[in-house]
């Protein structure tokens, strides 16, 4: 038998409301001992009507409760002075009565304490509930906030770098432009790098630097031959893009050297092991 | 005698009905009373007859509270049944019978509804909500069914319904009210848990 067919087919309520015959409710309630579903919403059925029963509750006269109660208890008292006149079995068993009723009310109140117990349960479900969404947006919030700023940063690096390609570009371009390799000496060999000089502009640019990373404290410098002695062409402090480097109108040659940072003078000329060196 | 009524539990209630304590009679009456008179009112539609019912229902569940028996169900709902059962037989009766023989069936749904209105007025606000949520054709249902003591081939040939359409509204009537209370009970769950936040 499939219990779900048999709630649909709609005998359960007739069950409830009365309205079947001795043998159908009769087999309802084997039913309803077999399967606990059955049961289940025999309940429910009985609780909705019986709410609505409720529904048109009315106070009865008030002497109705004397009557009945004068029919029912004739000949013994009252009900306020009743002890006097009820039989001594129930005299003796009034204390534990009393009692009992007052455990009985006990067990009302623990009822709502129980109630009131659910109803802090369900407010401290309710404001964990809120701690960990809160949490949740805020960690959110930060990530947001750190993708933003990475987002910047790198916005910023790409606008950069164009600026600096472009520059480049227009270099390249630029006819009185002369290209010079750089090349690797003897202590450095695959280093590389590229000077662009304009004699008539006098603009040196450095770019395509191809050197190991400097040491801490050490800081590479470009040098230009000028009748034969090196001169302090500008000091390198990036890598990657194009640099601007002093100007100059008459170079024989460029060269790059590892130089303690704040690098050498023309004076001094340079200290440190020569990596590139490139004949204009 | 007093509207108030006597915070106990049920099985403390019982214990004492069983142990035929005058006082068990008196907290039951206090308790449930305006509940069955309204369910015999609704049925019987006559304060006089009603009262009359009352006194009976009230009489069988005394002589009768040994043979209830908490498995089979709450206390309300042993005597909700009692007291139905009581008045639904007394306007099945022939002397009932005979006293509303003036007025055909229609014509008493009618009276139901007209005297419902203006006599419980006082207590009316909970029933309208529920009548406003449940459709007129599904009321008449559960009211020719619960209150009436009607079968569902009654309320078919009595009313020139096919049996299939009665059993449909009867269904939805009930889902309907399930809903509803569904509804109202969580509504009273919140404002129990406003009342502590």
Same mark, same amino acid.
């Given at each position: 038998?499939?219990?779900? $067919?048999?709630?649909?087919?709609?005998?359960?309520?007739?069950?409830?409301?009365?309205?079947?015959?001795?043998?159908?409710?009769?087999?309802?309630?084997?039913?309803?001992?077999?399967?606990?579903?059955?049961?289940?919403?025999?309940?429910?059925?009985?609780?909705?009507?019986?709410?609505?029963?409720?529904?048109?509750?009315?106070?009865?006269? +008030? #002497?109705?409760?004397?009557?009945?109660?004068?029919?029912?208890?004739?000949?013994?008292?009252?009900?306020?002075? !009743? &002890?006097?006149?009820?039989?001594?079995? !129930?005299?003796?068993?009034?204390?534990?009565?009393?009692?009992?009723?007052?455990?009985?009310?006990?067990?009302?109140?623990?009822?709502?304490? #129980?109630?009131?117990?659910?109803?802090?349960?369900?407010?401290?479900?309710?404001?964990?509930?809120?701690?960990? #969404?809160?949490?949740?947006?805020?960690?959110?919030?930060?990530?947001?906030? +750190?993708?933003?700023? !990475?987002?910047?940063?790198?916005?910023?690096?790409?606008?950069?770098?164009?600026?600096?390609?472009?520059?480049?570009?227009?270099?390249?371009?630029?006819?009185? #432009?002369? @290209?010079?390799?750089?090349?690797?000496?003897?202590?450095?060999?695959?280093?590389?790098?590229?000077?662009?000089?304009?004699?008539? &502009? &006098?603009?040196?640019?450095?770019?395509?630097?191809?050197?190991?990373? +400097?040491?801490?404290?050490?800081?590479?410098?470009?040098?230009?031959?000028?009748?034969?002695?090196?001169?302090?062409?500008?000091?390198?402090?990036?890598?990657?893009?194009?640099?601007?480097?002093?100007?100059?109108?008459?170079?024989?040659?460029?060269?790059?050297?590892? $130089?303690?940072?704040?690098?050498?003078?023309?004076?001094?000329?340079?200290?440190?092991?020569?990596?590139?060196?490139?004949?204009? | 005698?007093?509207?108030?009524?006597?915070?106990?539990?049920?099985?403390?209630?019982?214990?004492?009905? !069983?142990?035929?304590?005058?006082?068990?009679?008196?907290?039951?009456?206090?308790?449930?009373?305006?509940?069955?008179?309204?369910?015999?009112?609704?049925?019987?539609?006559?304060?006089?007859?009603? +009262?009359?019912?009352?006194?009976?229902?009230? @009489?069988?569940?005394?002589?009768?509270?040994?043979?209830?028996?908490?498995?089979?169900?709450?206390?309300?709902?042993?005597?909700?049944?009692?007291?139905?059962?009581?008045?639904?037989?007394?306007?099945?009766?022939?002397?009932? &019978?005979?006293?509303?023989?003036?007025?055909?069936?229609?014509?008493?749904?009618?009276?139901?509804?007209?005297?419902?209105?203006?006599?419980?007025?006082?207590?009316?606000?909970?029933?309208?909500? @529920?009548?406003?949520?449940?459709?007129?054709?599904?009321?008449?249902?559960?009211?020719?069914?619960?209150?009436?003591?009607?079968?569902?081939?009654?309320?078919?040939?009595?009313?020139?319904?096919?049996?299939?359409?009665?059993?449909?509204?009867?269904?939805?009537?009930?889902?309907?009210?399930?809903?509803?209370?569904?509804?109202?009970?969580?509504?009273?769950?919140?404002?129990?848990? $406003?009342?502590?936040?």
């Amino acid at each position: 038998m499939n219990i779900q $067919e048999y709630i649909e087919s709609g005998i359960i309520e007739n069950y409830v409301l009365g309205a079947t015959t001795a043998g159908e409710s009769a087999e309802v309630e084997r039913m309803a001992l077999e399967y606990p579903d059955i049961q289940k919403e025999i309940e429910a059925i009985k609780t909705s009507l019986e709410n609505y029963a409720i529904q048109y509750e009315k106070e009865p006269p +008030a #002497f109705l409760k004397d009557k009945i109660m004068g029919e029912l208890f004739s000949g013994q008292s009252a009900i306020g002075s !009743q &002890q006097s006149a009820v039989g001594g079995r !129930q005299l003796m068993s009034d204390n534990n009565i009393d009692k009992e009723i007052v455990s009985l009310r006990t067990s009302s109140s623990q009822r709502s304490i #129980f109630r009131m117990a659910a109803s802090w349960a369900l407010l401290a479900l309710s404001v964990g509930a809120n701690i960990w #969404f809160f949490k949740n947006w805020k960690n959110s919030e930060e990530k947001l906030v +750190a993708l933003e700023s !990475q987002n910047q940063i790198l916005a910023k690096e790409g606008k950069a770098l164009k600026a600096s390609y472009n520059e480049e570009v227009a270099i390249l371009q630029n006819p009185d #432009f002369k @290209v010079i390799k750089l090349i690797g000496q003897k202590d450095s060999p695959t280093s590389t790098a590229m000077v662009y000089f304009d004699k008539k &502009q &006098q603009s040196v640019y450095l770019s395509s630097l191809n050197l190991p990373q +400097a040491p801490t404290g050490k800081q590479y410098q470009l040098w230009a031959f000028v009748d034969g002695k090196p001169v302090d062409a500008g000091l390198i402090d990036q890598n990657g893009n194009i640099l601007k480097m002093k100007q100059f109108a008459k170079v024989e040659a460029f060269a790059i050297s590892l $130089e303690n940072t704040g690098g050498s003078t023309t004076e001094a000329g340079p200290k440190g092991t020569v990596y590139v060196v490139g004949a204009v | 005698m007093s509207k108030r009524k006597t915070i106990i539990a049920e099985d403390a209630l019982v214990s004492l009905l !069983q142990s035929k304590d005058q006082r068990g009679f008196s907290i039951l009456y206090d308790n449930y009373s305006s509940a069955l008179y309204g369910v015999i009112l609704k049925i019987v539609r006559s304060e006089e007859i009603a +009262a009359d019912v009352m006194q009976d229902a009230f @009489v069988k569940i005394w002589k009768n509270i040994e043979g209830y028996n908490r498995t089979k169900g709450t206390l309300f709902t042993w005597i909700l049944n009692v007291a139905r059962n009581t008045a639904i037989d007394r306007i099945r009766s022939q002397e009932f &019978q005979n006293s509303q023989k003036n007025q055909d069936l229609d014509s008493s749904i009618n009276f139901i509804d007209n005297q419902g209105s203006s006599q419980f007025d006082v207590d009316a606000i909970g029933i309208r909500k @529920v009548v406003e949520n449940l459709r007129p054709e599904h009321q008449q249902m559960i009211d020719l069914l619960y209150f009436q003591g009607y079968t569902q081939a009654e309320v078919a040939e009595e009313f020139n319904i096919p049996l299939g359409t009665v059993k449909t509204r009867v269904k939805a009537a009930v889902v309907q009210l399930r809903q509803y209370f569904l509804q109202a009970g969580l509504i009273s769950l919140f404002s129990i848990l $406003e009342k502590w936040i």
